[in-house]
């Protein structure tokens, strides 16, 4: 019988164990497809720092390298600069990223590094129990912010990705999300574009996933995915942010 379906080789073959309705593994099976179709497993060095993006060191079955908290970027521009022929890329939360991250994200960007960022977005800090991030929109409910974020005393939420649209050395920006399918597929042509400008030795490349947390937002799976769409959405500024001249000929 033929196979139509299947697990994708540049994923371990190690059960994940998120939470139920956590969009972590939808991500990484996106990624697994992209290392599978690109052929480039063998040739790819994965960075992730602390929190519910650490436990992508198991899945991925490329090389991977655990990271400080926000310093996966960091980290990442080392390997790279030493290991100029391997293909680098970091997974963050954006509590990572966004928060303690901030100055490896923007600085990272700003110097062009060759090497692709990862970052899911969904508005918490998730594994420490779900305090308000720079991403938690107006109004959201967190552990910290029990009557909602007020963004008066605390400022409006990042848009991290947009940010980092603005500075030269990002040459590809693009902000997703994996709430539908058409979505899913959207996502994986962004990822599969984010690789393909570091194999071109282009510049920095940062895909942006927004994705959901039912444990720490209270909310079913399926909720969760119509509190994504009717609440994030509406902030976060969605597509291809930035796709420098040179990239569009990939």
């Given amino acids: 019988m033929q196979r139509v379906f299947g697990r994708p080789k540049g994923l371990t073959e190690l059960p994940f164990h998120y939470c139920p309705g956590c969009t972590h593994g939808v991500i990484h099976r996106l990624i697994g497809e992209v290392l599978e179709e690109l052929d480039i497993i063998g040739d790819t060095i994965g960075v992730a720092p602390v929190g519910c993006a650490g436990f992508s060191l198991d899945f991925f079955a490329c090389d991977f390298v655990g990271a400080a908290h926000g310093r996966a970027q960091a980290v990442a521009t080392g390997i790279k600069r030493a290991l100029p022929d391997k293909l680098v890329f970091t997974y963050q939360g954006d509590g990572d990223i966004a928060a303690i991250g901030t100055a490896h994200a923007i600085h990272v960007a700003a110097r062009g590094e060759k090497i692709t960022s990862i970052m899911v977005n969904n508005a918490v800090f998730g594994m420490t129990g779900g305090q308000m991030a720079p991403t938690t929109i107006g109004g959201q409910i967190t552990t910290t912010s029990p009557y909602g974020r007020d963004c008066s005393l605390v400022g409006a939420p990042i848009d991290m990705p947009k940010t980092v649209a603005t500075l030269n050395g990002a040459v590809y920006v693009a902000a997703c999300s994996v709430d539908t399918p058409k979505n899913i597929m959207e996502t994986k042509?962004?990822?599969?574009?984010?690789?393909?400008?570091?194999?071109?030795?282009?510049?920095?490349?940062?895909?942006?996933?927004?994705?959901?947390?039912?444990?720490?937002?209270?909310?079913?799976?399926?909720?969760?995915?119509?509190?994504?769409?009717?609440?994030?959405?509406?902030?976060?500024?969605?597509?291809?942010?930035?796709?420098?001249?040179?990239?569009?000929a990939l």
């Fill in 189 to 248: 042509k962004c990822l599969k574009k984010a690789f393909q400008v570091q194999q071109a030795g282009l510049g920095y490349a940062l895909v942006s996933i927004l994705s959901t947390c039912p444990t720490n937002w209270g909310l079913s799976p399926a909720d969760s995915l119509k509190w994504l769409r009717e609440n994030m959405m509406p902030v976060y500024e969605m597509g291809e942010l930035k796709v420098a001249e040179e990239v569009k």
